[in-house]
């Protein structure tokens, strides 16, 4: 194995400098800096990071939870949270809760025993407050994104689950629709409460009662909706509904997929909107009615506020940025109904 007494022997420099360029530390002239440079690349040394790390306490590696690296919405995440944190010199360990509270406090205590410097972390669900108040224990900074955690003081990225609703809703209202069905996600989950909350609330103002006959829970992954379309189609034909609002893009795809089985046509039939996009591989995302949210913005600027709690520059008062969706209207909603 190669040391760093190796590379200062071929180098005919100290061991004490060969440290310095390899920790970016102390003063160094470029043509030195160069040539130990050199002789770590032609010895191929890798440095001893596990030891590096116990001088320093940091670790330069970041952690993201996600919830569902198949969502098309986490893959983007993640893209701009690796693309951040390389850009600031740390690197990024991806970790995949699948909504499961119990495989979060795994990774969490993973993460702990191997002093990760920070962590980007979308939620479970409410229930892992507990599991992120092992961070705080252990004095990991940590930012939230998607979701957020009642009572948790801390920086977070979010949508504007209220306004996006809003416009998704008030565009079926626009069509003439007033039996406008949800499909949700768990209420456990905040992005699902918010956005049910927005239904009611659009309802409400444009004076349309609710049917509670029309709103339906599902899973924000691995949406299977077909129990919840029969219940709907199933209702009297003067509650039956004409459009069917889909809180997240798996629930919207899985609608779509299971409506065209039961052969009834979008928009004729039902028309559909989804919270989210989907991607453009699918069949469905060239007709589908989507609220497209900047997912890779959510990963850059979760992990810049991340590295701001790190190093100490970040405001003592916890920061909320909250990012704006695109609609897209699309073939699955434009239908007038009388």
């Known amino acids: 194995m190669v040391t760093i007494y190796d590379?200062?022997?071929?180098?005919?420099?100290?061991?004490?400098?060969?440290?310095?360029v390899i920790n970016k530390s102390g003063k160094i002239?470029?043509?030195?800096?160069?040539?130990?440079?050199?002789v770590i690349k032609e010895l191929n040394y890798i440095p001893n990071n596990s030891a590096r790390n116990l001088i320093t306490n940091k670790t330069n590696i970041l952690s993201l939870m996600v919830t569902d690296i198949t969502n098309p919405f986490f893959t983007n995440v993640a893209r701009g949270a690796e693309d951040k944190a390389m850009q600031m010199?740390?690197?990024?360990?991806l970790c995949n809760s699948d909504e499961n509270v119990e495989k979060e406090s795994k990774y969490m205590e993973m993460l702990i025993s191997t002093r990760t410097d920070g962590v980007?972390?979308?939620?479970?669900?409410?229930?892992?407050?507990?599991?992120?108040?092992k961070l705080s224990k252990h004095g990991i900074p940590f930012v939230l994104i998607d979701r957020n955690i009642q009572d948790l003081e801390c920086d977070q990225v979010l949508s504007d689950n209220e306004t996006t609703t809003r416009k998704l809703m008030e565009h079926l209202i626009s069509q003439g629709h007033k039996n406008i069905a949800i499909i949700n996600g768990p209420l456990e989950v905040s992005t699902a409460r918010e956005r049910y909350q927005a239904y009611t609330d659009t309802l409400k103002i444009h004076g349309i009662p609710l049917n509670r006959n029309l709103v339906m829970e599902s899973e924000f992954r691995d949406s299977d909706?077909?129990?919840?379309?029969?219940?709907?189609?199933?209702?009297?034909?003067?509650?039956?509904?004409?459009?069917?609002?889909?809180?997240?893009?798996?629930?919207?795809?899985?609608?779509m997929k299971t409506l065209k089985k039961l052969k009834i046509k979008v928009p004729e039939g039902i028309a559909i909107v989804s919270y989210d996009g989907i991607p453009n591989y699918t069949e469905s995302e060239s007709i589908l009615t989507v609220a497209e949210q900047p997912a890779y913005n959510f990963g850059y600027l979760g992990i810049q506020l991340l590295i701001e709690r790190i190093e100490g520059t970040a405001p003592e008062k916890a920061r909320k940025i909250v990012l704006p969706a695109d609609i897209h209207i699309r073939a699955s909603s434009i239908h007038k109904i009388e």
């Open 29 to 38: 002239s470029d043509e030195t800096k160069k040539k130990v440079e050199a």
């Open 120 to 133: 980007l972390i979308a939620p479970a669900n409410d229930s892992s407050k507990r599991n992120i108040r």
């Open 225 to 255: 909706v077909s129990s919840a379309l029969h219940h709907l189609l199933e209702l009297p034909e003067s509650e039956r509904p004409t459009a069917i609002f889909a809180t997240n893009n798996f629930i919207g795809m899985s609608t």
């Open 89 to 93: 010199g740390y690197q990024l360990l």
């Open 7 to 20: 590379i200062a022997k071929k180098a005919n420099v100290s061991a004490m400098t060969v440290s310095r």
